[in-house]
């Protein structure tokens, strides 16, 4: 009788138990579709680029099939809200934001006479990189990346501008506002005061001052190396610089409008395949969307045909990231599950601020940067303040433990740009920039020729600065 109450008491403790998290249950080979759809993109427009380019939207979907069957297989309708979740309140929203950037930035042509040497190309990176904490790295790198490719025609070296503009603009000049990149944003939805990030201004001036002073001794080498008939080319007749799309800079107001009025009102929730969706963030895609409609219909041809635009881009970005989205679920779902994950070595490890930087910063070279935030944030408020609910802890983590969220933000934001996938804005100029002729490096070429060892010193040595305090307890 004993026994048969134990047993019965024990049912009934574990029926009041939550659920395991599946990130508790999952194998760590379960993330491997996600490093094969990795070395697809890595590899295969090295191997094969005929293969590649034709192909490219089935191995996609060979790699989503590899992970999402066997997943649903196994876990059965938790895997499939997963699956859903990944859609309706990551991918979809990501995308529409994407795309309705893209329309709109390529409405906007910045005319006039632009003549590309290195003190004018740094001018250029410098405008973007101020430019993308207020607008977004998005936003920010589609609208300066085809004035920095007209002005650029002329040179024959100009992948390596591409690049630090990638570096710049696309990653490290979004970290002062909640504005500039979505793992602050995210932060400043959990808590943390918007001009919080006006603070990391040294981080900032700091890394980028190096990055841009590496830039120049780039750009001034290749510019010694050109032929004399372009570097000494009489200018010819002066054009004023003059905006051309007046109208999608409004527009590029509407949306920062949109954006912002998302994360600050509460409207009510409702559910989309069982998905739970805040109101004002449907609401806010639907005005996205409703903006890119009103400027695809009165851009002016001539406009969109000065910026060489097309749909190619953005097609490829879609495709690719549909795939990442999908495939990247296990290993992000092991991150959460925390001690309790297949990746548990990984958390465990990470207590200093540097480490905080650095684990933050290299996951999201290769996952998304925003949940990667978000999982190291929780971990930090979780080791210095535990049982604290989330509303007491982020006011205690700034004001007793600052160094940590500076780090967790900064590396999220600095080291989205070590890869082509690491902010979704890098692999967009990519493909502007291949579609306007410039030979891009492959994935792994743009690692061991420019991240790594340009990246990685200035890295060390903002750590070195910023990052250089006690573990935490």
């Not at 000494?232 to 999608?248: L, V």
């Amino acid at each position: 009788m004993v026994v048969v109450e134990g047993a019965a008491g024990t049912g009934a403790q574990a029926a009041l138990r939550p659920p395991v998290e599946l990130g508790e249950l999952l194998p760590a080979w379960s993330a491997l579709p996600f490093a094969g759809m990795l070395l697809s993109i890595a590899l295969l427009p090295l191997l094969a680029p005929a293969f590649w380019h034709r192909w490219f939207p089935a191995v996609t979907a060979a790699w989503m099939g590899l992970t999402a069957i066997p997943f649903v297989v196994a876990f059965g309708a938790r895997a499939a809200h997963e699956l859903a979740h990944v859609a309706v309140a990551d991918y979809l929203p990501f995308i529409v934001l994407l795309a309705t950037l893209f329309t709109i930035g390529g409405g906007i042509h910045v005319r006039g006479s632009l003549r590309a040497t290195p003190w004018s190309n740094a001018a250029l990176l410098t405008t973007g990189a101020a430019l993308a904490s207020w607008v977004g790295t998005t936003g920010a790198a589609i609208v300066m990346i085809r004035p920095l490719l007209r002005a650029n025609r002329a040179r024959r070296h100009k992948a390596h501008t591409v690049v630090f503009f990638i570096f710049l603009v696309a990653n490290i000049g979004g970290a002062l506002t909640p504005l500039g990149d979505p793992p602050l944003f995210l932060g400043f939805l959990h808590g943390v005061p918007f001009f919080w990030t006006f603070g990391l201004w040294k981080e900032v001036l700091l890394v980028a001052g190096l990055v841009l002073g590496i830039y120049l001794l780039y750009d001034l080498h290749y510019w010694r190396r050109e032929a004399a008939h372009v570097r000494e080319a009489p200018p010819g007749p002066h054009e004023p610089i003059r905006i051309e799309g007046w109208a999608n800079v409004l527009l590029l107001g509407g949306v920062l409008a949109a954006v912002i009025v998302s994360g600050t009102c509460r409207l009510g929730e409702l559910r989309i395949l069982g998905v739970p969706q805040r109101l004002e963030n449907l609401l806010r895609d639907g005005v996205l969307l409703l903006l890119l409609a009103i400027s695809w219909r009165t851009t002016p041809a001539h406009v969109r045909a000065a910026n060489e635009y097309s749909w190619a881009p953005i097609r490829e970005v879609a495709i690719l990231f549909a795939g990442i989205f999908v495939t990247m679920i296990p290993a992000l779902a092991m991150l959460r599950a925390g001690d309790r994950g297949a990746l548990a070595l990984v958390i465990r490890a990470v207590r200093a601020p540097a480490h905080f930087f650095w684990a933050s910063g290299l996951l999201s070279s290769f996952l998304d940067n925003a949940p990667t935030y978000l999982t190291f944030f929780s971990t930090a408020l979780g080791r210095l303040c535990p049982g604290a609910p989330e509303a007491a802890a982020v006011p205690r983590l700034l004001a007793e433990h600052p160094a940590y969220l500076r780090a967790i933000a900064t590396g999220s934001v600095f080291m989205g740009a070590n890869t082509y996938i690491g902010n979704a804005p890098n692999f967009m100029v990519k493909a502007i920039a291949e579609e306007a002729g410039v030979p891009m490096p492959s994935f792994l070429g743009y690692m061991l020729r420019y991240s790594v060892p340009v990246l990685v010193p200035v890295f060390g040595i903002a750590t070195w600065v910023f990052f250089a305090g006690p573990t935490a307890p």
